[in-house]
């Protein structure tokens, strides 16, 4: 009993720790995936007097990706109904050009006047409409979003690291004995702080295949039964072979870390 | 013969407060020769026993052990000394959660000496600690005389160079005692092992010939 308690001691929290860098890939990925939606599905409305490339809108300002036309003969089309056909012409004749411009990336709302001014600082460009309401309200949400889930995260990697640390000290209590007399008959480091090394290696793999089990459920059974639309659009993300070599490693510099830590604190004590 | 031991003005502090303990010491100490060292408590008996294998660093002076200059060692160098060395403490320090025959052979175990040999050394050791049926016990399920033994027997586990004893027999009962200074008189006689032994005061029967050094003032004096 006493063994698993000691195990579940440093276990625990190093799952914690490592839910937290999972948690992180993980919504790094979903994020980005999302923003990359987001991005995709906005775009800028510009008007100009005359036809204007896309190189020419990037010359302006260096975020703006691709340029759309706008067809001017379906507005046209749509407002000169029952209008002959000389009418129309005139009208397309007085048209300006339309273009919807989309961007590299997810911008601050700030980013977007920005854009307005550079492109309005040309004289071939009449309007720019950027719908920056809406535009703003879904990036405030996707970023407090971001921001509590960071702050959780932060939150859980402090709370488990005390954990840890004092784990720390109950080891350097158990240990400590044994690793002075060692250290008095001249054994080496690496030898005085084997059995340390080998409970805590341990323990940082089973804590690696824990975490690592618990997302392959998500991703393979919870994820795609949830009906949460964010999870099932997004399951291929959830968790990737390259995460667990990347938790195995954090776990097992968390482990050399405490160890040594523990082995140079034992080391001065008087005996 | 040559000196397994050499202090040249030799000088010990002690603690945060730099307090001085022993001061320009001068002495030497042959293979082979059995050595007492006495002197009132809280003289720095001990102190100067941490200063010989290293636990504690000379402020000035020299002090020469097994050839390795202690004020200037390397921490490799002072572990590889420490393998040549047989420690006993009046507290016994014997791993706890180790049973005897594990704690007997750690010197073997540190100079990776393979589990038959291991075997066979705790065997006789124990033998010899007049302990053979202890070899699975836990050192708590021993008495203070018999973990003495333990201690001793760890001690002579690799036929050390010198052996250090911290009042090897300050808590022990007559016949733990008699057991203890008859296994180093033989590790000095039959071994040419060189033993230290701090005490308070030297056992009434001692049958070797001696050197005996007595601090006082901070200063280490041989009695003749």
Redesign the interface.
């Known amino acids: 009993m006493k063994f698993i308690k000691n195990h579940l001691m440093f276990i625990l929290p190093l799952m914690a720790i490592l839910l937290g860098i999972e948690f992180y890939l993980v919504f790094e990925r979903t994020t980005n995936s999302y923003e990359k939606g987001l991005k995709e599905g906005y775009s800028m409305l510009v008007v100009t007097h005359k036809p204007m490339e896309l190189s020419k809108f990037q010359t302006l300002n260096e975020h703006i990706s691709t340029s759309e036309t706008i067809k001017r003969e379906y507005i046209v089309f749509e407002v000169a109904k029952g209008i002959s056909k000389s009418g129309s012409d005139e009208i397309l004749a007085a048209l300006p050009y339309f273009y919807n411009l989309g961007l590299d990336s997810y911008l601050h709302t700030s980013g977007l006047e920005k854009i307005k001014k550079d492109l309005e600082a040309d004289a071939n460009i009449k309007k720019v409409e950027t719908f920056g309401s809406s535009y703003n309200s879904n990036y405030k949400l996707f970023s407090f979003i971001k921001l509590i889930l960071k702050v959780f995260i932060v939150f859980m990697a402090v709370v488990s690291l005390f954990l840890i640390i004092k784990q720390m000290e109950i080891w350097k209590y158990a240990h400590k004995e044994r690793m002075q007399v060692m250290e008095i008959f001249g054994a080496p480091m690496m030898l005085r702080s084997g059995v340390l090394f080998r409970v805590a290696f341990v323990d940082a793999i089973f804590a690696t295949i824990l975490v690592s089990a618990l997302f392959f459920y998500i991703k393979f059974y919870w994820a795609a039964g949830s009906g949460i639309d964010i999870m099932m659009q997004n399951q291929e993300v959830l968790f990737e072979l390259s995460d667990m070599g990347i938790l195995l490693g954090s776990s097992v510099l968390i482990v050399v870390f405490a160890v040594y830590t523990v082995v140079f604190s034992s080391k001065g004590v008087q005996e | 013969m040559s000196n397994v031991i050499h202090a040249s003005h030799l000088t010990l502090t002690y603690g945060k407060t730099g307090k001085e303990v022993i001061k320009d010491a001068n002495f030497s100490i042959k293979k082979g020769e059995f050595v007492f060292i006495t002197g009132p408590s809280g003289s720095g008996k001990s102190t100067l026993l941490k200063a010989l ?1 290293g ?1 504690l660093t000379p402020s000035q002076g020299n002090l020469v052990v097994g050839g390795l200059d202690l004020a200037n060692a390397r921490p490799r160098k002072l ?5 040549h ?1 047989g ?1 006993i ?1 009046q507290d016994y ?6 049973t005897v025959k594990k704690n007997v052979v ?2 073997l ?2 100079a990776g000496y393979d589990t038959e040999v291991q075997d066979t050394q705790a065997h006789r050791l124990l033998k010899h600690v007049k302990l053979p049926d202890h070899a699975d016990k836990y050192p708590l399920e021993l008495s203070g005389g018999e973990q003495q033994r333990v201690g001793v027997a ?1 001690a002579l586990a690799k036929n050390p160079v010198v052996i250090l004893a911290d009042e090897p027999t300050g808590n022990l009962d007559d016949y733990s005692s008699n057991v203890i200074w008859d296994l180093m008189e033989n590790a000095c006689q039959q071994l040419d092992t060189t033993v230290l032994v701090v005490t308070h005061k030297i056992p009434t029967i001692f049958s070797l010939p001696y050197r005996h050094f007595i601090i006082e003032s901070k200063g280490v004096y041989e009695v003749h």
């Open positions: 294998y636990k572990q590889e000394l420490r393998t060395m420690i403490f320090k014997l791993v706890n959660e180790w750690l010197p175990m540190i760890r």
